[in-house]
């Protein structure tokens, strides 16, 4: 064989080394990507609920909800639909399919999404419950936005002197829960609470070595078409330091308070 022979099967075995070799490495670098792509992609549901309107007359709601975000898809296959119907209540879900699970994302930030539900039928009066967890109802609400319903319900007891009521209303005030109230004065307008936290770690009885000590706040309250607004906080016996702010408290209320036991 000749030399020159010799050097274009080489050019030519050369040549298709190369071309194999770069199909195989385009072929591996697929196969590599796809099942990760696949497996990073996780059924979930909002991280939060920002609000529910009507739309199309009351037969549809749009839901506004946060999802995760980031520089790759971060969110897809979004879908609001209607679970079921019970009670005067429309349950409804709202699901997405997400890569946030997956630390090598970057799905780290939130946007605002719109899913849309369609109800078949006009809401009315009935309640929505999203998700198995927010409740929002038309009683009160402006529309065609839905109001949120708190931890009292949809529909918050009127300002009572009952126990359920000075529940609500503690309920409504900026302290921890797991709170204990006694009552110190009710009429149709004014409601006076002393409210006691306990602190310290979580243990057993006194008797037992633990020990622990609370927190106790003296609250008044007016009443209010949705329940007990709170007002202020003073813990003075007698009327003469809650009339520095609050002179309209009746004296009848405030002229048997103790000094307040803070504990």
């Avoid at 997956?102 to 999203?130: F, H, I, Q």
């Avoid at 109001?147 to 918050?156: F, M």
Wanted: charged residues 25%.
């Amino acid at each position: 064989m000749g030399m020159g022979q010799w050097g274009i099967r080489m050019v030519v075995l050369g040549t298709a080394l190369a071309f194999l070799a770069g199909c195989g490495s385009k072929t591996v670098e697929t196969v590599e990507e796809a099942p990760g792509a696949e497996s990073a992609w996780t059924l979930a549901a909002p991280i939060r609920i920002d609000g529910v309107r009507t739309a199309d007359g009351g037969r549809s709601l749009v839901v506004d909800a946060e999802v995760p975000d980031g520089p790759r898809d971060c969110v897809r296959g979004l879908r609001g639909e209607l679970d079921t119907v019970e009670h005067g209540t429309m349950y409804v879900r709202v699901t997405f399919e997400t890569r946030s699970l997956d630390r090598d994302s970057g799905c780290t930030g939130t946007r605002r999404v719109e899913a849309t539900v369609k109800l078949g039928e006009p809401l009315n009066s009935r309640k929505v419950m999203v998700n198995s967890r927010d409740v929002y109802t038309t009683a009160g609400a402006t529309p065609p936005a839905l109001r949120q319903c708190g931890e009292n319900g949809c529909d918050p007891t009127p300002p009572r002197c009952t126990s359920a009521s000075y529940q609500q209303a503690v309920n409504d005030t900026d302290i921890p829960k797991h709170t204990s109230w006694e009552e110190r004065g009710c009429d149709d307008t004014w409601l006076v609470l002393d409210l006691s936290t306990r602190m310290g770690p979580v243990c057993g009885d006194a008797g037992d070595g633990c020990s622990s000590s609370g927190v106790s706040q003296r609250w008044f309250y007016r009443a209010e078409a949705p329940g007990w607004r709170p007002v202020t906080t003073n813990g003075d016996a007698g009327c003469a330091g809650i009339h520095k702010v609050l002179p309209e408290l009746p004296a009848r209320l405030c002229a048997s308070l103790p000094r307040l036991d803070r504990g």
